[in-house]
């Protein structure tokens, strides 16, 4: 049985998701509950060279928060697989920077002996794996806000291949924000 791949990414209505800030007056107990069982279902975090760099400038001195206990110390310990060829520095590990073949690489990963593997944020990483059909699970987290600015690169749509999903699950919590998971759909006959 092989690891299941899931990205989760925090968007507004009109579908930005880079700093997602306002998305915070939204996170309330059922999102941290939501937020630390997803963390906690996992053994691994996979991610791009941009996220890796943020999320290592501000992990590793992530204080504690109420509601998440152990999620600060479950994101900067467990292993690392970050997609880059560019990379030079790696200190938020441990951690295992994929250089080349990466969908081969990465289709091993999911043949390991583990947990679930987690990708935050859906840039060219998640949207390479969901066209190569090792994305498993796209879970969106739609916050009841309009931005209203967008820039190329800033929202959930990319140009690349078009592809099919089902809706697997919806939640709402009492904040008003809709977290969908998608799974890819079969090819229509």
Known sequence: MSRKITAVVYASLDGVIENPEWSVPYFNEQAAKRARDTLFASDALLLGRLTYEGFAQAWPTMPEQPGLEGFAHRMNTLPKYVVSATIEKT????????????????????????????????????????????????????????????????????????????????????????VLSYRPAPAPA
């Open 91 to 178: 200190e938020w590990g441990p951690v295992t920077v994929i250089r080349d073949d990466v969908i081969a690489r990465i289709r091993t990963l999911k043949e390991e002996p583990g947990g679930g593997i987690l990708i935050y944020g859906v840039g060219r990483l998640a949207h390479t794996l969901l066209e190569h059909g090792l994305l498993d699970e796209l879970e969106i987290w739609f916050h009841p806000v309009l931005v209203g600015t967008t820039a190329p690169g800033t929202q959930i749509v990319r140009e690349g291949a078009r592809s099919l999903l089902e809706l697997a699950e919806a939640t709402t919590f009492d904040s008003g924000v809709a």
